[in-house]
DNA sequence: TATCTTGATGAACAGCGTTCACTGGATGAG
DNA sequence: CTCATCCAGTGAACGCTGTTCATCAAGATA
């Protein structure tokens, strides 16, 4: 909207100068003109509604009621398309200043919210574990990670591991959810439970597959059969997140209650 | 061999009687009949050679000297065909009893020889990413695991979750070398270089690059640039193992030295 | 007004997973 | 010895994929 027709009253007429969008004599009524912008965004589109095995250049293209080749003028590849969609998830996605009394709520935080990035999309995981974050536009992120491992004391050959386990524990996460959510719906493969899969159902059955296992050869996945696969994948995240944690605090030199370790 | 013909000087005439192979009067000489195993190994011939993304149905039936559809009487799918790839690639891999005063060590065994698996064949992180661990052949290795680490003395809730984090690290560990030999061997792209990709070029070109990024943006990863990508990947592969071992030792109720945590 | 640039077109190519009517040679029965 | 049966493997086809390229209409420029 310029700010020439912002004060007039109603439907002000097309002034000569001003040049309005043409309105296309065709058939197609004023499309804002292709960008790479809207083939990612197009792309996330298909990709919510299809899942990454339904994502296909045709498709994007009739999102947008366009041809497939005019896509090829926004997008190299497919491949790019898809990077594009994997550095566009983490857009806005900032890590904390980095705070030495508080690393570890700070990569709690971090992680959390990388896992919801990833389950804002359909299929995100499987995108994301495609891709090495050492792209421009991500190379803030695993700077951001490495100062908060350096500055809360983590000798530097941990901290340049600690980076890459614990994206590699979050994409690895969500991908497995989403591994079970997929199974999930396409066993109840009906058109109604196709919207909301039935989660809770399926982790019950599960829990009684373990449980129903003979005693003699699997104690042990008996034994778990309730911890395994559980309603809430929050706790099972954290949970997982926390051993990396305390893993990390074992490398601290000097920690509070305990004599330094001579490693 | 028969012993009817083990006496006999040399070429014994064919008896009657014993029906020898029909010798086939046809071209093909004597093929031995398609069969799932066959197929199997097949497509692992054409990854190896090919890739992942080379992995197609009609170059497996042109490996078998076979037409596409011979196929899909052996193998219900291209899934199907890969799942069992997953499955065989870990045939006779055993987790070792559980040993309460070794399970750190026998942690290590395990996960340097499960990436040695998942390097035998090219790409084989990203199938093994791509399934769950959770079928009929793989839930001894599942419950392996689980014994070691609760006879290790890991609470139920860490227990459970130490499998899959484990697992995932190495996948997850693996399909980075992969993606890294990968761009090698397409940046490097001769021919002759298609055969050995020049890793250690390649590692140094990333610790230039990370070496000669902005001072006042990328402190830490300058900092690291020597680490965080090495020669040899082993090393790496230990140190992020170690963390985790670390982490789950955290939760051990009676450490040696330390008091026992409240958690 | 004539030329150039730009963005989209639609047809085409080679390859993909999967299905299905079929066939040719071996097997077993009468 | 002949016939019927069976079955593994065939080859053609379907609809889909990613990608390329000559073409074209329309807006901008000279």
């Known amino acids: 909207m310029t700010d020439a027709a912002a004060d007039s009253p109603a439907t002000p007429p097309p002034s000569p100068w001003e040049r309005e969008r043409p309105a296309r004599t065709h058939a197609a009524p004023a499309r804002t003109p292709l960008s790479r912008e809207r083939v990612v965004e197009a ?9 990454l095995d339904g994502l296909s250049m045709r ?23 898809l990077e594009l969609m994997y550095t566009r998830l983490f857009d806005g996605f900032e890590v ?24 804002s999309h359909r299929d995100m995981a499987r995108i994301s574990m495609a891709h ?20 809360a004391g983590l000798p530097d050959r941990i901290a340049a591991e600690a980076g890459g386990l614990i994206s590699t524990y979050i994409d690895g996460f969500v991908l497995e959810e989403g591994m079970w959510q997929d199974r999930a719906a396409q066993q109840g493969g009906d058109a109604s439970s196709l919207a909301r899969p039935d989660w809770r159902e399926m982790a019950g059955e599960m829990q009684n597959y373990f449980a129903s296992l003979p005693e003699a ?6 034994a778990l059969s309730g911890l395994m696969v559980t309603d809430s994948s929050d ?15 074992s490398y601290l030199p000097d920690q509070p209650d305990r004599p330094v370790p001579d490693d």
């Open 235 to 249: 706790e099972r995240f954290d949970i997982g997140l926390q051993i990396i944690l305390r893993g990390l605090a």
């Open 217 to 222: 050869n699997f104690p042990h996945l008996r």
């Open 96 to 119: 904390p200043e980095a705070d030495p009394e508080r690393w570890q709520e700070q990569l709690l935080d971090f992680a959390r919210a990388g896992r919801q990035r990833l389950l």
């Open 43 to 51: 792309a996330f589109a298909v990709l919510d509604r299809q899942g």
């Open 132 to 151: 090495v974050p050492f792209t421009a536009e991500l190379l803030p992120h695993v700077e951001g990670l490495l100062a908060i491992f350096r500055t």
């Open 59 to 81: 498709q994007v293209a009739a999102e947008l009621g366009v041809t497939v080749s005019a896509l090829y003028a926004h997008v190299h590849s497919k491949d790019d398309l």
